[in-house]
């Protein structure tokens, strides 16, 4: 079975400044996607990023990109220029890409606070 | 254009009553999730509906059950509802292997 390991339970960056949010995975599979979702204290999870285990390109969107290690099973999430909107609840998640097992892992979580 | 939707938002029960939480997907997704958010377990995956049929299913007992509609939409029933069952669920919705999209939640709480 597949596992998603988030070892920061907190994190915090003044605004403007530069966070990474560190993930790990564990699976024996080859073709699998990773997503980042955050879930603000309203509490609707957001998709932020997704990056497809086939791509060596580490996927971009405005200030947040991922570092993907796929043979280090880690993919940790870079914010840059930090904004108090940032402040959320981040989950990394692993989608398998083989049929009928389409459901989302998740990892524990990480508090992201910004400081003004 | 309207994004996955949940109903009731929040709900009170008690032990041994029984549930039902409500889900419309995006428009054109065929797919529904649902998973649960309990306090200190992270999310956890429910169940899994595509095209009316259950596909995948989660370590839950059988008291938790669903159901998806010709129109996509989905029901999430808890039978016999305990303690630990206070949470937030959550639905999402995707077509195919498109990422998923997920509604504000049921903050489900049992008294």
């Known amino acids: 079975a597949q596992t998603v390991t988030q070892s920061q339970p907190e994190m915090s960056v003044q605004e403007a400044e530069t966070v990474t949010l560190s993930c790990t995975y564990d699976?024996?599979?080859?073709?699998?996607?990773l997503f980042w979702y955050k879930q603000p204290p309203s509490r609707q999870m957001i998709l932020v990023i997704r990056q497809e285990a086939y791509k060596q390109q580490n996927a971009t969107e405005n200030r947040f990109s991922v570092n993907f290690q796929k043979a280090a099973k880690s993919f940790s999430l870079k914010i840059s220029d930090s904004q108090l909107g940032d402040a959320a609840m981040y989950f990394c998640?692993?989608?398998?890409?083989?049929?009928?097992?389409?459901?989302?892992?998740f990892g524990k979580g990480t508090k992201l606070t910004v400081n003004p | 254009e309207a994004g996955v939707t949940q109903s009731p938002t929040h709900l009170i029960k008690t032990r041994g009553q029984q549930v039902t939480l409500r889900c419309s997907p995006i428009s054109g997704h065929t797919s529904v999730y649902w998973y649960q958010q309990a306090l200190g377990l992270g999310l956890q995956f429910l169940l899994w509906y595509d095209e009316g049929e259950e596909r995948n299913r989660g370590n839950f007992p059988p008291r938790f059950s669903g159901r998806q509609f010709p129109n996509y939409s989905s029901e999430l029933n808890v039978n016999a509802l305990e303690l630990e069952d206070s949470a937030l669920y959550l639905c999402a919705s995707s077509l195919g292997h498109q990422p998923q999209h997920f509604g504000d939640g049921t903050r489900l709480s049992i008294l």
């Open positions: 998640a692993y989608r398998s890409a083989e049929g009928g097992s389409e459901k989302l892992v």
């Open positions: 699976t024996s599979e080859s073709d699998y996607y």
